[in-house]
């Protein structure tokens, strides 16, 4: 067993209780996306009593030890929560709330993602590579980033500076706790593993009325049920049979009274595919349909507002190879596995791709059964704390030994 990897099981003993009380504070203390000022403050104490200097970066933190001559690896940990009322039943549930700076609205926040798993694991990688110093050389950045669920938090830290905050690493690695693959398996995919995605909120533009008098109108509902219908034609009619790719429409406001035609009705749309370009292909041609319905209906121009762009998760094809020689060896061959492609996705790209590094993001199963796991986002979303609490750290110190060993 290697050096750096030798002392980890009495680490995870001795820390046990500590570690455990750090992820149920963070689970009763979740925060919206670009609102975790709480977090960060407890973050920063952590690392402050490793020894560990924090430095906020936009509304996230680095922390960079410097142990000398050898590679520079950053490792990113998520720190955001959802505005989901949790529905777990544990005694250690979270009943808070926060307005959020999105709706202006009081919502019920809850870590239902597992982002407090992976914030805890990242601290306890810290901790355990300042304790045990001598066993590595190099160079660690833990990067603990905001806003992944909004898609806005690794470029928070990139127009923040992280570029001038730490060092360019050779490599960086981010990982989550999914339900989708084994209990207590750690898997990779090499390539394109996750879609980008893009959320779209149109405003189609009409003229009310009254609902006795039509002819007055431009209506905007109508014009609504033909956009929708339109939009299915893009994947079946204007993308390859070898593309894979989602158009859905997710939400339709408009009107308020069976009498009224109201002036204008918002569409909320969500794309996801695995190529930019197909993406770019996909944004042209949903402003060139709604633009042409909009004109055949006598409408005025629509308006099209993006969010939530997630880019593509392409794990680099070599340091994935080494990650799965290096689970293998220090996780077993029983844990280390792979996942399948999925439509899923990350702006954990975000970071390594402003540094112009390679990257890759594992998945750990962190539920008994698979087939009845909770999706992610669910209310009812509460991994397994055995072994889940020690196998993100575990993995971490498996994925960094490679290029760290002393």
């Known amino acids: 067993m290697s050096a750096l990897n030798s002392g980890l099981d009495t680490f995870l003993d001795s820390t046990r209780d500590y570690r455990e009380a750090l992820y149920k504070w963070f689970h009763q203390h979740p925060e919206l996306s670009l609102q975790e000022g709480n977090t960060v403050e407890r973050i920063l104490a952590e690392l402050n009593s490793y020894g560990v200097t924090g430095t906020r970066v936009g509304h996230g933190v680095v922390a960079v030890l410097d142990q000398g001559e050898g590679p520079t690896v950053a490792m990113r940990a998520d720190i955001d929560a959802l505005p989901i009322k949790e529905d777990t039943g544990v005694d250690y549930a979270s009943t808070a709330t926060q307005v959020s700076d ?22 306890s990688t810290v901790k355990y590579l300042a304790e045990n110093n001598s066993a590595w050389s190099g160079t660690f950045v833990a990067v603990f980033q905001p806003a992944e669920e909004t898609a806005e938090g690794g470029k928070d830290m990139v127009e923040a500076g992280i570029t001038d905050a730490m060092p360019r690493p050779d490599v960086m690695f981010g990982q989550h706790v999914m339900g989708f693959i084994p209990f207590g398996q750690v898997g990779t995919h090499a390539g394109v593993a996750m879609s980008t995605a893009s959320s779209i909120k149109i405003t189609l533009k009409g003229k009310g009325s009254h609902g006795s008098m039509p002819e007055r109108s431009v209506d905007p ?29 997710g939400a339709i406001h408009g009107g308020s009274k069976s009498n009224v035609i109201p002036s204008e009705v918002t569409l ?19 402003e060139r349909m709604v633009r042409g319905l909009s004109a055949t209906a006598r409408a005025d121009d629509p308006t099209f507002e993006y969010s939530d762009r997630f880019p593509l998760m392409d794990n680099d094809e070599e ?73 993100g750290t575990r993995a971490t110190i498996a994925a960094i030994t490679p290029w760290l060993e002393a």
């Open 221 to 249: 509902i109508v014009l609504a049920a033909q956009v929708i219908n339109q939009l299915q034609t893009i994947v079946s009619r204007e993308l390859s049979p070898q593309e894979t790719a989602v158009v859905t429409v």
């Open 268 to 286: 909320d749309l969500n794309t996801r595919c695995y190529s930019p370009e197909v993406q770019e292909q996909i944004h042209v041609a949903i």
């Open 319 to 391: 340091v994935t190879s080494r990650l799965d020689a290096a689970f293998a060896e220090h996780l077993g061959e029983d844990t280390a596995t792979h996942f399948p492609r999925v439509a899923g996705s990350e702006d954990f790209p975000d970071i390594p791709n402003a540094f112009n590094t390679p990257y890759s993001y594992w998945v750990i199963g962190g539920f008994r059964d698979p087939a009845t796991a909770p999706g992610n986002h669910s209310a009812q979303f509460l991994p397994e704390l055995d072994p889940t609490l020690d196998l």
């Open 102 to 123: 999105r709706t202006g609205q009081e919502e019920p926040v809850a870590h239902m993602c597992g982002h407090d798993f992976h914030t805890t694991w990242l601290l």
